[in-house]
């Protein structure tokens, strides 16, 4: 299937797996890539050390395109965008904040720039800036969100810019895929489908969770600090939703997240982790190979737009 996006970044299928911190990490990445799709390898708050080890075992296992999201609030993001040059990855997506001051290094080493978006605005200053295309997310995705849904969020953006959009929350299957594409959209980014892959070096217990949730497991922690989080929910999102309640300090709430990501993927604590997932967690049924998920989704997507 042929797209702008596709055409863009060298891609057979318009499918883009999210750079999910913790959870995107070489191997899937490259089997993502391998599949026909986009890997991306997920900086979070890692040191560039990591993320270059990372592009260049990624390098030996695949020779197809895959990217690198860069979380730009990490403490060494100047060194990640500089290893990011360095290593000429084919594809950047950005999340928390604005790349402009990576943007000319980036494109000097021929790297496409895609940032992750959650309002127009941001999407037309992502354009004006330099940007090659844009994903825009709806709150349904998992992790950090924004407050507009995928389903009001993509024409919105697609209407506002020039550049191809890349639809990304909520969407797990090919019938979410021909949705995305029917807003505008000419590309979805998954991140939950992914996070169970065969490849996915997430603990198993985590990749149960996420297979068994139903539509009511999804929560969403932080709404009092301005940095609202999507997880499934557990006790440790009890414990943090009570303490939002009675009016906890930031700090506090800090304390009870710290290291809880690394808890739930790493170690399989799913009781006191951070489970992150989309709301779309209740659409996955069950663990496959990337190769799997993504010809499920091209095949069914295939019957309903008639392609």
Not at 176 to 190: N, R, T
Not at 259 to 272: C, I, P, W
Not at 273 to 280: F, L, R
Request: hydrophobic share 45%; charged share 20%; aromatic share 4%.
């Amino acid at each position: 299937m042929r797209t702008r996006v596709t055409e863009l970044l060298g891609i057979e299928y318009p499918i883009i797996q999210g750079g999910m911190a913790w959870v995107a990490t070489h191997e899937l990445a490259s089997a993502v890539s391998n599949a026909g799709g986009l890997g991306i390898i997920g900086a979070g708050g890692a040191p560039a050390s990591w993320v270059r080890e990372q592009i260049q075992a990624a390098k030996r296992e695949t020779d197809k395109p895959f990217g690198v999201n860069l979380m730009l609030m990490n403490p060494e993001a100047d060194a990640i965008a500089q290893v990011l040059a360095e290593e000429q990855v084919k594809v950047v997506t950005t999340g928390a904040g604005n790349p402009a001051q990576y943007m000319e290094m980036w494109k000097k080493a021929g790297i496409k720039v895609i940032p992750v978006v959650a309002s127009v605005a941001l999407a037309k200053l992502m354009e004006r800036g330099g940007a090659d295309a844009v994903v825009a997310e709806g709150t349904e995705s998992g992790g950090h969100i924004g407050a507009a849904t995928t389903m009001t969020l993509v024409p919105l953006v697609a209407d506002a810019v020039e550049i191809p959009v890349i639809a990304a929350g909520g969407i797990a299957d090919g019938r979410g895929f021909a949705a995305a594409f029917m807003l505008g959209a000419e590309a979805v980014q998954m991140g939950t489908r992914f996070v169970v892959a065969n490849e996915s070096i997430v603990h198993e217990n985590y990749k149960e969770r996420v297979v068994k949730a139903k539509d009511i497991d999804s929560e969403v922690t932080g709404r009092s600090t301005g940095h609202p989080i999507r997880v499934l929910r557990n006790k440790m999102t009890r414990e943090y939703l009570k303490m939002e309640q009675e009016g906890a300090t930031l700090e506090e709430l800090e304390n009870l997240t710290l290291g809880a990501l690394r808890k739930a993927v790493v170690e399989g604590d799913v009781v006191n982790g951070s489970v992150m997932a989309g709301q779309s967690a209740a659409l996955v049924k069950k663990q496959e190979s990337c190769a799997e998920i993504i010809a499920d989704v091209m095949d069914t997507a295939a019957k309903l737009m008639h392609i």
